[in-house]
């Protein structure tokens, strides 16, 4: 009861915005008529997964853009910390009123918003990584990371196998070997698949071939005086100089 | 080192916003991450998994591009993957271009059309299609009706190439001229008049945002924005010591403990 109590603090004007199940709520419990001293106080209920008041129906909400690592470089552990904890509010409050927005058929402004609080806290992980990176190749001479492989799997394709730690060796551990039992990536049938699958990349890589050479000719016929060193910059795998002389490169116009 | 640079290759990450012009995005201040996510209509992103079915990650990545921005309304109905027409329709030509020379606010010369010999101001560019809009200049009747009875109709420009149909002002003859991008003595990039010689400078509407005209008259969301204050300052200390080690020291928890030996495979 103490925790709804702060629920009825809106206006009822604000509550077409809520969900279903808190319209139920305010009719369940009525309205305090008690107007004591308003203060901006910190509310800490379920209130701070949506946003405040006056942005609830709002067109517009504009705000800057997401934390660069730069500046993440300057900050400390604990400041870090508690970044992270901020933004994951603004991203949990974002999401629900994402979600309330789509229920009641409203438009959710600024969309872009839970994109760039997304960024910032993957640049904040990445920047906590390198921190930790650095102490871990001081200390220890490899990264403090999960060790990962390049191996050939059972079809013989290059593939990064990310380890799992184990508390005893791989020889004695009964189960996992029966779990990855060894495979034979070395016999005729998959040598046979390795050499149809590169037939048919490679017959894919020229048709794109094809493609863009037919493009280029398309650029020259239709454009006069085009700029042969764009296009070599645009298309890289196609020999220009080649393609402008061929006879489909030539417009419909006097040489 | 071969292994490393498999993990290392750069990744593109947001394959539909690097398809979008380097002009437009600047001028939207919208992130990349959120440009993909329009332009490819990503509404639900499974987790990873064999159990999840990757049909409606996203849409494909090969995009038309018209007088909208990628964002927008128009941008969705465009490539609209139900409209099976789509499919059998040739991609649209476009030149490709070395130096982009016409900016937003720029006084231009038009070369085609009815306008043709006009000069005008550069309102919008749509770098995707090589074209600018210029005010009031190069329009067209368009049919606004919306049912019976509110007929009206509005002019409205239409895009011209930015290469081909238009030509950059030189400020000291107002004609139009060619243009060549040089250096200065200091090191600046700028525009040449190649008839002239005399230089071109960038106008200050070209380096404007939809949200501020300059960086510093940007004003801050007192709620939602962090301070430049408190983002500028320098709080971190170097001390060997992980980010896990830091927290624990600041929160009074001891680990004494050594570790048992374990094996990764």
């Given amino acids: 009861m103490h925790k709804l109590q702060s629920v009825t603090r809106m206006p009822l004007s604000c509550s077409m915005f809520l969900c279903q199940r808190h319209i139920q709520m305010l009719r369940k419990f009525p309205i305090q008529k008690v107007a004591a001293i308003h203060t901006t106080n910190r509310c800490l209920d379920l209130n701070e997964f949506f946003d405040e008041h006056k942005n609830w129906g709002a067109s517009e909400v504009k705000v800057g853009r997401a934390w660069k690592k730069e500046e993440l470089r300057l900050k400390s552990s604990s400041d870090l910390h508690k970044l992270w904890y901020v933004l994951l509010k603004e991203q949990n409050m974002l999401l629900t009123m994402e979600h309330d927005c789509k229920e009641n058929h409203v438009y959710f402004p600024n969309p872009e918003r839970l994109d760039k609080v997304q960024d910032s806290m993957e640049n904040l992980e990445d920047v906590i990584r390198e921190r930790n990176i650095a102490y871990f190749e001081l200390e220890t001479t490899h990264t403090g990371e999960r060790p990962a492989e390049l191996i050939d799997n059972a079809f013989g394709l290059k593939e990064v196998y990310t380890k799992t730690e184990y508390d005893i060796p791989k020889e004695v551990n009964k189960v996992w070997q029966e779990k990855n039992p060894p495979v034979n990536n070395k016999s005729r049938a998959v040598q046979k698949f390795l050499v149809l699958l590169r037939e048919k990349l490679a017959n894919r890589r020229y048709a794109q071939l094809a493609k863009d050479k037919q493009q280029v000719a398309r650029i020259f016929a239709n454009f006069k005086d085009v700029d042969a060193e764009a296009v070599q910059e645009k298309f890289p795998n196609v020999d220009v100089e080649e393609v402008r002389l061929s006879d489909k490169a030539r417009g419909n116009w006097a040489p | ?265």
């Fill in chain 2, 1 to 265: 080192m071969r292994f490393t640079s498999v993990l290392y290759r750069r990744v593109r990450k947001y394959v539909a916003a690097d398809q979008v012009g380097e002009l437009t995005k600047t001028y939207s201040n919208l992130p990349d991450r959120y440009i993909n996510r329009v332009m490819r209509q990503v509404y639900h992103v499974y987790p990873k998994g064999p159990q999840y079915t990757k049909v409606d990650q996203g849409k494909d990545d090969h995009f038309v591009f018209g007088p909208e921005r990628p964002w927008e309304y128009e941008f969705l109905k465009r490539n609209n993957p139900a409209d099976y027409s789509r499919k059998f329709k040739p991609p649209p030509l476009i030149e490709p271009i070395k130096n982009w020379n016409i900016f937003k606010g720029d006084r231009v010369e038009i070369l085609v059309g009815k306008d043709k010999g006009k000069q005008g101001i550069v309102l919008q560019i749509f770098q995707e299609i090589n074209s600018v809009i210029v005010e009031g200049l190069n329009t067209y009747l368009r049919d606004m009706n919306q049912g019976e009875g509110n007929k009206f109709v509005i002019k409205q420009e239409a895009p011209l190439l930015v290469n081909r149909e238009v030509a950059l002002v030189d400020p000291s003859d107002l004609l139009g001229c060619e243009v060549e991008w040089r250096y200065t003595e200091e090191g600046d990039k700028v525009r040449v008049s190649k008839r002239t010689g005399r230089i071109i400078p960038i106008p200050k509407a070209a380096y404007e945002t939809i949200d501020f005209k300059t960086p510093t008259s940007y004003k801050e969301n007192p709620n939602k924005d962090t301070k430049e204050a408190d983002v500028m300052e320098v709080t971190f200390k170097p001390s060997l010591s992980t980010f896990e080690m830091d927290i624990m020291k600041e929160q009074n928890i001891e680990e004494n403990r050594i570790p048992v030996k374990s094996f990764w495979y």
